[in-house]
């Protein structure tokens, strides 16, 4: 999933007042590093762990929310139907205990575990199953649909029986990452309410290992153990995701002992990290960095239809220097590429040398000049065809530090090759808007190009491919291209349970969206992690597996497993970094109190040199 979004910006508090000469203001502000307020400390004698994150909770609804923490949270407040284990990332039994199925492949039986419960108590059976998955696809939740392709019905047999009906084999029918959702209580949304605006405030009921009870927008998520879980009450008993503005305050705090684990740390500081209380992490990842171009071909779109020419959106693909960008931007912890899948999926298809995107801004030029985009006016940038002003609206997600590395160095190669871009970074939420703006009922994406990055799942292509497939204009799709060929392949492959035969469709799709090239990708990041192995043991890494929905040590497992080491007390400080200035006042002095929540859309234009 998404990302990609770290948090917005804090409240910025200040108090009117009016002193006379000598007087003393003293003002409590949060570090311009540091999130909001401090969270809450623990009972005495209980085990919290806290994690230092750099995105917030967006939504507990899992039909909203789009950031990777979202999807890590929805996991441990909600079981799975099928769950996977963290070494090969093969299918486990997780709300469903087994499973069997027709000789054709299109009927599918679960059998649910005995005795599952839901965190308030009352019984979890297959009729909550079988309403989760039709609830998903009459009501086109499109934050799940994209796992659900071929289900054509779900239906309980009886409470411990599951039967789904397909209209063609599935190929991933094992890896569904659907939370499970009560029905008593989901019944009760409307689907369009689900889609759109219903919160689903805690404390929310699941069935998985711990349950969301707080959380503060922006700051920080608290989840407690479920004493009713089918696997066994955790050791943590509480667990917090505090939510960081600035990753070199996540690292202070870490060193300091407020948070047991920082995630994204800056490379500048991963290098030098390690230590006997603080383990480090470089984990490879199943996220790429990508310039997304606004392929929406309808006068609907607000986007520039330049970008609708592949020409032109090929010939930025030589713009840009790749090696240079997972250098400074990622401090070398990225291994560049361009293709949808790593180059250690089994996936993995490899663009022949003479196809393949390499830095040259010679043929970037002559390629635009081909296609009609040229300097009519002698002043260094191009025109578009006709003679037009060209200029695109680049974005980023202002809380990624990387992100806007990254802009900043595209502004400059594009400049290279006579295309003005001018930069904005805007707040996640914003950038979310913008991509996924509707006039009324009319779907109507506000930008050009952006920045920002992919996530999807180790064990499955089929998240990330889907995202360039019709169903998904308006859902996750955020470029909104699509291409006949591509889309047959993926329905194929869909259906294809030969693992060799479906590898081989799969690196045709790549073929053509590179190709096509609605994604200008970088690369692969690194996620560097660090947490401390000298308070807490049981950290279960995942080979190859990306952090937090399903990788390192931010993975599930980890948290089931997590217990306090020998000799060690389990409370973390519990307080983010907070900075208290006295400011003596010789003068009459007037400060205007403003309370500020920025999520608007317009932000400063930013200079390469910013």
Known sequence: MRTASPSAARRLCAVAGAVMATACLILAVSSAASAGSPTPSASPGTNVYREGVLEYVDSLNPFIGYSGVDYSVYHLNYDFLVGFEPEKLQPRPEFAESWSHSPDGKTWTFKIRSGMKWQDGQPA?????????????????????????????????????VVFELSKPKADILQMKVPILPERIWSKVSGKAAGTSFT???????SGPFQVVENKHNDYARLVANPNYWGGRPQIDELFFETYQNADTMVQDLKSGAVDAADGVPAAQFK???????????????SFEQLTFNCYDSLDSKGNPVLLDQQFRQALQYAVDRDKNAALAYGGY??????????????????????????????????????????????????????????LRLYTDSQTPQNVTTSKLVVGWFKDVGVRARLQALDPGALNDAIATYQGSTFAPDFDTFVWWWSGDAESPQFILSLLTPGQIGGWSDTSWTDPEYTRLFNQQSTTIDRQAQIGL????????????????????????????ARWDGYVKVPGGFPGYNGDALHYDTFLALHPAAGASAQAGGSKTWVFLVVVVAVVAVVVGTVLLRRGRRAPEIEPGD
Not at 126 to 143: G, P
Not at 272 to 286: F, R
Not at 341 to 365: G, H, I, N, V
Request: a negative charge; charged letters at 15%.
């Open 506 to 533: 799969v690196q045709k799709m790549q073929q053509i969206a590179y190709e096509a090239s609605p994604y200008l990708i970088f690369g692969y990041p690194q996620f560097l992690q660090a947490y401390n192995t």
């Open 125 to 161: 059976t297959a009729r909550d199953v079988a309403f989760t998955f039709t609830y998903i696809m009459e009501n086109n939740l499109t934050n799940f649909t994209s796992y659900l392709t071929f289900v054509k019905k779900v239906t309980a047999l009886d409470d411990a029986t």
């Open 272 to 286: 030098g990290l390690g230590s006997e209380t603080i383990t480090t992490n470089a984990a490879v990842s199943w």
């Open 334 to 391: 990225m291994n560049p590429g361009g293709t949808l899948l790593p180059p250690y999926s089994e996936y993995y298809w490899q663009p022949p040398a003479a196809q393949a995107y390499t830095y040259d801004p010679e043929r970037a030029k002559s390629m635009l000049d081909a296609a009609g985009y040229k300097d009519v006016n002698g002043d260094g940038l191009r025109e578009a065809k006709q003679g037009k002003p060209l200029a």
């Open 200 to 206: 689903n405030g805690p404390p929310c009921i699941g």
